[in-house]
C-alpha cells in the first residue's frame, strides 16, 4: 500500500525552528518528487514547496522562501521541510505528498499530487 | 503571481444533475500544468484530474476535466451522494480558493 507519513509537528514560538518529516512506503520513493502543502484551519490549500528526485530542482512558495527548506533522503524514503522564523501565519496542517511525475522522465516536478498523507500540525504560538 | 478563481463559491444542486465547476487562471497554462482535486471534511485532498483531462487512478468516468488557456472546467456528469464536497483546482505551486458542492 502506498502510503504517506508526516511527524514533527508541535506547538512552537513565534520565531523559532521546527522541522518536519515524512516517511513513505510502498512505491519507489527515490523516482518521484515530493511537496509539501499547508491548510490552516477552515482554509484552503497553500503549495509550500517541492523537490525533485535527485534534489536538483526545488521551489518554495514566495510565502516561505528563505525561511523553509526542504530535502529529502532517498536512502531512508523519507522527505523533510526544515522551518524557521515561524510565524503565526505559518501555522495550520501541513501535508506531504507525491508528485505524480512523467512516464519517460524520472522524478520531475510537475505539481500534480496524485498520494497525500494525513497531515502533521504546527501551532505557532 | 499566478491566481486562480474559482467559481461558483457554492454550487447547490441535487444527486443526479450535472456539476460544472470553473477555475480562471491569471497567466495562460502553458503546458497543461492544471489539476483538479477533492476534499472531504477531514481528509487530505484527492488527485482528480491531473494535465487538464487525464483523470487520476481509480476517479471515476463521471469526472472530466476540459479547457485551455485561462479557463478550465471540472464536470461532474449525474452526481453521487459521495460527490458533495469542495473542490480545488491547481495551477504549478497555486490553488484556487474552492468550490462547495452542496446538496440542494
Known amino acids: 500500500e502506498v502510503q504517506l507519513e508526516e511527524s514533527g509537528g508541535s506547538l512552537v514560538q513565534p520565531g523559532r525552528s521546527l522541522r518536519l518529516s515524512c516517511a513513505a512506503s510502498?512505491?519507489?520513493?527515490?523516482?518521484?518528487?515530493m511537496h509539501w502543502v499547508r491548510q490552516s484551519p477552515g482554509k484552503g490549500l497553500e503549495w509550500v514547496s517541492g523537490?525533485?528526485?535527485?534534489?536538483?530542482?526545488?521551489d518554495y512558495a514566495d510565502s516561505v522562501r528563505g525561511r523553509f527548506t526542504i530535502s529529502r533522503d532517498n536512502a531512508k524514503n523519507s522527505l523533510y521541510l526544515q522551518m524557521s522564523g515561524l510565524r503565526a501565519e505559518d501555522m495550520g496542517l501541513y501535508y506531504c505528498?507525491?508528485?505524480?511525475?512523467?512516464?519517460?522522465?524520472?522524478?520531475?516536478?510537475?505539481?500534480?499530487?496524485?498520494?497525500w498523507g494525513q497531515g502533521t500540525t504546527v501551532t505557532v504560538s | 503571481e499566478i491566481v486562480l478563481t474559482q467559481s461558483p463559491g457554492t454550487l447547490s444542486l441535487s444527486p443526479g444533475e450535472r456539476a460544472t465547476l470553473s477555475c480562471r487562471t491569471s497567466?495562460?497554462?502553458?503546458?497543461?500544468?492544471l489539476a483538479w482535486y477533492q476534499q472531504k471534511p477531514g481528509q487530505a485532498p484527492r488527485l482528480l484530474i491531473y494535465?487538464?483531462?487525464s483523470r487520476a487512478t481509480g476517479i471515476p468516468d463521471r469526472f472530466s476535466g476540459s479547457g485551455s488557456g485561462t479557463d478550465f472546467t471540472l464536470t461532474i456528469n449525474r452526481l453521487e451522494p459521495e460527490d458533495f464536497s469542495v473542490y480545488f483546482c491547481?495551477?504549478?505551486?497555486?490553488f484556487g480558493q474552492g468550490t462547495k458542492v452542496e446538496i440542494q
Open positions: 510502498g512505491f519507489s520513493f527515490q523516482d518521484y518528487a
Open positions: 491547481q495551477q504549478y505551486g497555486m
Open positions: 505528498a507525491k508528485d505524480i511525475g512523467l512516464t519517460m522522465i524520472r522524478g520531475v516536478i510537475t505539481y500534480a499530487m496524485d498520494v
Open positions: 494535465a487538464v483531462s
Open positions: 497567466q495562460n497554462v502553458i503546458g497543461n500544468s
Open positions: 523537490i525533485s528526485w535527485d534534489s536538483v530542482s526545488i
